[in-house]
């Protein structure tokens, strides 16, 4: 079975860089037609895909956080991350990564999700 674990700070300061982590287990980041995406969540508001990194190492990012969001991976280590640069208050978000075998930014195909990690942007 597949299993994500997101980690990295629960508390960053307006104008700062986010950097989350997400360590995956039981299946490989390099397996074909795996898609790995972050996706986040503001207090009382829906879901929202920030972007994905996909089995080959090609990034896709919501037009709304391109400028902002930078993804990764270590296939070494079997970790993808999230740096979401100039960060403000509505960051504040549970952030989750999550697995699909699909290409696109469907949150209801995501078949694999982290348990998320809340992270507050407060000075």
């Known amino acids: 079975q597949v299993q994500l674990q997101e980690s990295g700070p629960g508390l960053v300061k307006p104008s700062q860089t986010l950097s989350l982590t997400c360590t995956v287990s039981g299946g490989s980041i390099t397996t074909s037609y795996s898609y790995w995406s972050w996706i986040r969540q503001p207090p009382g508001k829906g879901l929202e895909w920030m972007g994905a990194i996909d089995y080959s190492g090609n990034t896709y990012y919501n037009p709304s956080l391109k400028s902002r969001a930078s993804i990764s991976r270590d296939t070494s280590k079997n970790q993808f991350t999230l740096q979401l640069s100039s960060v403000t208050p509505e960051d504040t978000a549970a952030y989750y990564c999550?697995?699909?075998?699909?290409?696109?930014?469907?949150?209801?195909?995501?078949?694999?999700w982290g348990q998320g990690t809340q992270v507050a942007v407060s000075s």
């Open positions: 999550t697995r699909s075998i699909y290409k696109g930014s469907d949150t209801d195909l995501m078949g694999y």
